[in-house]
């Protein structure tokens, strides 16, 4: 199979932003993100680096933005006028997204007024960090809202015009989570995002040795799907349900593997390798042979400084490996024919061992162009990847 070089930027414009918030009232003990609680004069300054971030993202790339999303650490526990000052630098400077606009939520920072200021300024979509409707599982993961609060959330965003996406966090012990998922569907969301509890290094649920069992991550895994796709939901993502025409277009843009901006402490990007890429010496890199750039910015303080991130060259063919990590977390799968043209690889003859080896095993399927992930790869995606890597 003969293929054209791709271009040195597989699309030249960024239609996406990501915008890392770091501030949350208190620091859940399951949680590994890059958070901290807000000090005095923090937030300031944070705000006044996102200024000088978001001009030098405008003056370095060419930007057209479809999508926004703030998360976080909880960008809902900003004060209304730090909310509209962030939104005001990222509008300034960058535009803002004309097909979806997110703001992650904490049900215990929600009430109708300002529901209705952040529908003012521009948001439209609203991820709820639920976890549960069960207030002994609340408990136990450490939130500070009770089940009452998080309906009451749901309702009232949903009442002020929001398309709402809920998360749960499944395999907690003793959760109920039929009931769980059942309440959620019945307040009106249309996205669930189901994650499995995790307990990673340095959290206090890993100070305290709290374990989960993989029976419990299996049967949480498979019921959530039973009982969302009852309901009329679509299982799209290995994690993401919606209803028709309700998936999230922003996360959508990681799984296709497109290019997308990082903006605020901590926060990674993906981008066109022809706006540049930097060093952390500071040194300017152009190679021919790399197609995007990976870029992560440093934490709080170090960032607040102007300090340089992590930039890491993406050449053809982890391009192609990231793309099918992502990829085939979708129910859609990855379409081969439209990676080699993207990446300048013959994607399906380079990688014929792997995908031969996994189809057998009943963890891919192939129908033409198109190879997808059976509930039973999804399992198992790190290991049907790595198969790839070690090619």
């Not at 299996?218 to 799209?236: H, I, K, P």
């Not at 129908?367 to 070690?390: I, K, M, Q, S, Y």
């Amino acid at each position: 199979m003969s293929l054209p070089a791709p271009s040195p930027a597989l699309d030249p414009v960024v239609r996406h932003l990501y915008v890392h918030v770091p501030f949350c009232p208190t620091i859940c003990p399951y949680c590994d993100f890059h958070v901290l609680t807000r000090r005095a004069g923090l937030v300031e300054r944070y705000l006044e680096q996102l200024e000088v971030e978001a001009a030098g993202l405008a003056a370095a790339y060419t930007v057209e933005l479809d999508t926004v999303y703030l998360g976080g650490g909880t960008p809902s526990f900003l004060r209304d006028d730090e909310l509209a000052a962030l939104v005001g630098s990222v509008r300034r400077h960058l535009g803002w997204g004309r097909v979806e606009n997110t703001l992650e939520v904490n049900p215990g920072t929600v009430s109708g007024v300002r529901a209705a200021h952040w529908r003012a300024l521009g948001f439209d979509r609203a991820s709820v960090g639920v976890q549960s409707l069960d207030d002994a599982t609340l408990k136990f993961l450490g939130r500070q809202h009770d089940a009452v609060q998080a309906r009451e959330a749901v309702t009232t965003l949903i009442g002020a015009g929001f398309h709402v996406s809920g998360d749960l966090i499944t395999a907690v012990p003793g959760q109920p989570l039929l009931s769980d998922i059942q309440g959620l569907v019945d307040l009106g969301v249309g996205h669930v995002s189901a994650y499995t509890l995790t307990i990673e290094p340095g959290t206090e649920f890993a100070r305290r040795g709290v374990t989960v069992q993989e029976d419990d991550e299996r049967r949480g895994f498979e019921d959530t799907e039973a009982a969302l796709t009852a309901l009329g939901f679509s299982r799209y993502e290995v994690s993401n349900y919606a209803r028709p025409g309700q998936e999230s277009r922003h996360n959508l843009a990681y799984w296709q593997g497109r290019t997308y901006l990082g903006l605020g402490p901590g926060a990674a990007g993906h981008y066109p390798a022809d706006g540049g890429w930097q060093m952390a010496d500071g040194e300017q890199q152009r190679a021919p042979n790399v197609l995007t750039v990976r870029r992560t910015n440093p934490h709080l303080h170090e960032w607040l400084t102007g300090a340089a991130g992590e930039a890491e060259a993406i050449d053809a063919t982890e391009f192609v490996t990231d793309a099918l990590f992502m990829g085939l977390r979708l129910r859609a799968g990855v379409d081969l024919a439209d990676l080699s043209r993207r990446s300048g690889l013959d994607v399906a003859g380079v990688y014929a061992a792997p995908i031969a080896q996994n189809v057998a095993r009943g963890l891919l399927t192939l129908h033409g162009d198109r190879l997808r992930a059976t509930p039973d790869g999804w399992w198992v995606l790190n290991r049907v990847v790595t198969d790839f890597l070690e090619l």
